[in-house]
């Protein structure tokens, strides 16, 4: 189903069609991040959402510091819905979620899936990883075995502090390499097209 790569996806999508109303097309500046947020993360209150982005102090948040954001927020959003599942009070709402956060709830739900089927039910153990990988990610794991990639070499770049589990902030970090990566192999493609 390539629901991780389809989020992923739909976030660089977001990420670009803000960034492209004016000025620098792969930036986004004040009032875009503005517009983005009050449009696709009304939840989130922001008092002063530059500041807080633009880590390299250019004035502009760039496809690296907004993804660095969206892992921030999904994960606090993933210990919210860990409370409340834990207490039982969680209630699927999903058609109320603007795109963004859909696809933050579905990186949520999709590591859970797969983390609770052994071990540890809030991380994913090596051959849930593999699972998850194979299945949600199939662009990404089909690239890893045509280079030969063992199962337990992808495992370390998932586990970086190597307890033999990935926890969700793990997951998280490796999406937004993954989502990195994918953004500059898109504009890449762009600028050798010529246009
Ligand atoms: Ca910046
Ligand atoms: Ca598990
Ligand atoms: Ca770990």
């Known amino acids: 189903m ?79 819905y860990v409370r409340q599942l834990l207490k039982g009070t969680r209630n699927e709402k999903l058609e109320d979620e603007t795109s963004t956060e859909k696809a933050m709830t579905v990186l949520i739900q999709t590591f859970l899936q797969y983390a609770s089927k052994e071990g540890n039910p809030l991380c994913l153990e090596i051959k849930e990883m593999k699972h998850l990988l194979k299945a949600e990610m199939p662009t990404l794991y089909k690239c890893f075995t045509s280079h030969h990639r063992r199962t337990a070499e992808i495992m370390k770049m998932l586990d970086t502090d190597g307890n033999g589990e990935v926890d969700f902030k793990e997951f998280m970090t490796f999406i937004a390499k993954f989502a990195l990566a994918v953004d500059m192999a898109v504009i890449r493609t762009v600028a050798s097209s010529g246009t």
């Open 2 to 80: 390539a629901r991780v790569e389809l989020a992923v996806y739909s976030l660089l999508e977001v990420f670009h069609k803000y960034a492209a109303i004016e000025g620098d097309l792969l930036q986004l500046n004040i009032r875009e991040l503005q517009t983005l947020l009050q449009r696709e993360l009304p939840t989130i209150k922001q008092d002063d959402p530059l500041s807080e982005m633009d880590s390299n102090h250019d004035g502009e948040v760039d496809f690296e510091e907004f993804i660095i954001f969206i892992t921030k927020s999904t994960a606090s959003k993933w210990e919210s």
